[in-house]
């Protein structure tokens, strides 16, 4: 049965069946296998030997818009009604909460968009929720100058495991740029400066800028520029828990989206593509600026072509998660990957108050101190 056959028998029905038991095998971060959670038993995910993600010709793609092929499992799509997020889950689950806006998913399930491309690759989770769990509980209780209460909140047992959509590029950037470029100089010159209330003179070293015209050129290859393929204010908090290793991926297989989400793509690959280009432009204008000859420069003017440009279509992993303090929301990540977090946490008003007015006190204390001294 060749690769796409089976991607849709096992969409199809039960999903993973364990051997053993007839239960329901997920993937298990820990274990780097499936578990059944019924009877422990472990089943490897067959690999492909020699696996490397393809990179596809990016505007012939474009041109192309071939046909979607979904994920090659079953899932659910739930939406958010307060916030909008759309997430695809496992059949039947019924206990998510947003992982943005902690409200309760309550539009009924609907089967998802069948416009969805199928990645080629993924990074599988290697985190587990216990995991994340607990660097959420070590990171939540840091800071002195957060509430002291603040340890024993949050609602850890509704942290959603979600793979995220992503796309990288490959592109060669061809810049051309012109700027003026600025050397420091020093002369000598006469300052009026301001002593017991007289005007005196002295000499003193001024730094100068002579200008000169500049230009040049440069060339770099761009190699796996991710961006993921969402936006809006969930983008703020995915980036700050950069970067994933992609060395680390593997030949797409659905099982292991098994007991994991799939949060939906906001964007389509031309505007992804869009963002990815732009970061690669002002990358080529810093590479520039750095170029320019002399000790500072103004009015740099950069032109950069692309080419060679190809693209992957990917998932990652990331847990997602928020608690509510004192009725406010505040959304944490985990990456399912490396474990790096980020979060949002309130700040202690009465704990701030009494820094500063302690920092107050000591500052007078010594102006009273210096001028006693005196």
């Not at 997920?26 to 696996?51: A, H, R, T, Y």
């Not at 993921?228 to 297989?253: C, F, M, S, W």
């Not at 440009?309 to 406010?328: E, M, N, R, V």
Request: aromatic share 12%; net charge neutral; glycine share 8%.
């Amino acid at each position: 049965m060749d690769d796409q056959k089976k991607d849709q028998a096992v969409g199809e029905g039960d999903h993973f069946p364990c051997p053993s038991c007839g239960g329901q095998l997920e993937w298990n971060p820990s274990k780097q296998e499936m578990k059944c959670p019924f009877c422990d038993s472990l089943i490897p995910v067959p690999q492909k030997e020699g696996f490397k993600a393809e990179e596809h010709d990016l505007l012939k793609f474009l041109e192309e818009h071939p046909k979607a092929e979904g994920y090659g499992v079953q899932l659910e799509q739930l939406s958010c009604k307060q916030c909008g997020a759309t997430v695809q889950v496992p059949p039947g689950r019924r206990d998510l909460v947003c992982p943005f806006c902690a409200s309760t998913y309550v539009i009924e399930a609907q089967a998802p968009s069948p416009e969805v491309l199928k990645p080629e690759s993924l990074v599988a989770f290697k985190v587990d929720k216990e995991e994340s769990q607990n660097k959420f509980k070590a990171w939540l209780g840091t800071g002195w100058f957060r509430p002291n209460d603040l340890k024993n909140l949050g609602r850890l047992d509704k942290v959603v495991g979600l793979y995220l959509p992503f796309f990288t590029f490959d592109a060669l950037a061809r810049s051309l740029w012109n700027a003026m470029a600025g050397f420091y100089y020093y002369v000598t010159e006469r300052v009026a400066v301001q002593k017991d209330g007289r005007t005196e003179y002295e000499e003193r070293q001024v730094q100068k800028v002579r200008w000169e015209p500049a230009s040049g050129q440069r060339s770099d290859q761009y190699t796996d520029v991710l961006v993921p393929a969402v936006q809006h204010e969930r983008l703020n908090l995915i980036t700050r828990v950069y970067p994933y290793d992609l060395k680390g991926l593997v030949a797409y297989d659905p099982r292991y989206l098994a007991g994991f989400g799939i949060l939906n793509a906001d964007m389509p690959l031309k505007v992804v593509y869009e963002v990815a280009k732009r970061n690669m432009e002002e990358d080529q204008v810093t590479r520039c600026g750095g170029d320019v000859p002399g000790d500072t420069h103004k009015d740099l003017a950069v032109k950069t072509e692309l080419s060679e440009q190809t693209f992957k279509h990917l998932i990652c992993p990331l847990w997602i998660g928020s608690f509510k303090y004192k009725g406010k929301v505040f959304p944490f990540v985990v990456n399912g990957q490396t474990g790096a977090l980020y979060g949002e946490k309130p700040w202690s008003i009465v704990k701030i108050t009494f820094a500063l007015l302690g920092a107050a006190a000591l500052l007078i204390l010594l102006f009273w101190l210096f001028h006693k001294g005196g």
